[in-house]
Nanobody, 121 residues
Framework: QVQLVESGGGLVQAGGSLRLSCAASGIIFSDHLMGWYRQTPGNQRELVAHITPGGSTNYADSVKDRFTISRDNSKSTIYLQMNSLKAEDTAVYYC???????????????WGQGTQVTVSS
């Protein structure tokens, strides 16, 4: 079965950095759009960034120029480098894998268990 295992969350001061990782198994990694989403209590899950198998990326406006998504197809792993963190980046961050045939439907993909990121101001 599909498994997405996130790591790298934690507590950091505003202005600091964190790097999240998501290791995938049970999928043909190179066929999947990989993404990071985040969710705060009472709010919907929102896209942070996603990356195609070929490396094209897309970012939410709120994280552009601060966050960088990347993927290592040889390791079936994606990363999210988060710099200049702000208190409003505090959320649970989820990894998502969705087949490129339905790239616009992350709900049809698989989700990790989530990792908490807390930014103190």
């Amino acid at each position: 079965q599909v498994q997405l295992v996130e790591s790298g969350g934690g507590l950091v001061q505003a202005g600091g950095s964190l790097r999240l990782s998501c290791a995938a198994s049970g999928i043909i990694f190179s066929d999947h759009l990989m993404g990071w989403y985040r969710q705060t209590p009472g709010n919907q899950r929102e896209l942070v960034a996603h990356i195609t198998p070929g490396g094209s990326t897309n970012y939410a406006d709120s994280v552009k120029d601060r966050f960088t998504i990347s993927r290592d197809n040889s390791k079936s792993t994606i990363y999210l480098q988060m710099n200049s963190l702000k208190a409003e980046d505090t959320a649970v961050y989820y990894c998502n894998a969705v087949h490129m045939r339905v790239w616009h439907r992350p709900d049809l993909g698989s989700w990790g268990q989530g990792t908490q990121v807390t930014v103190s101001s």
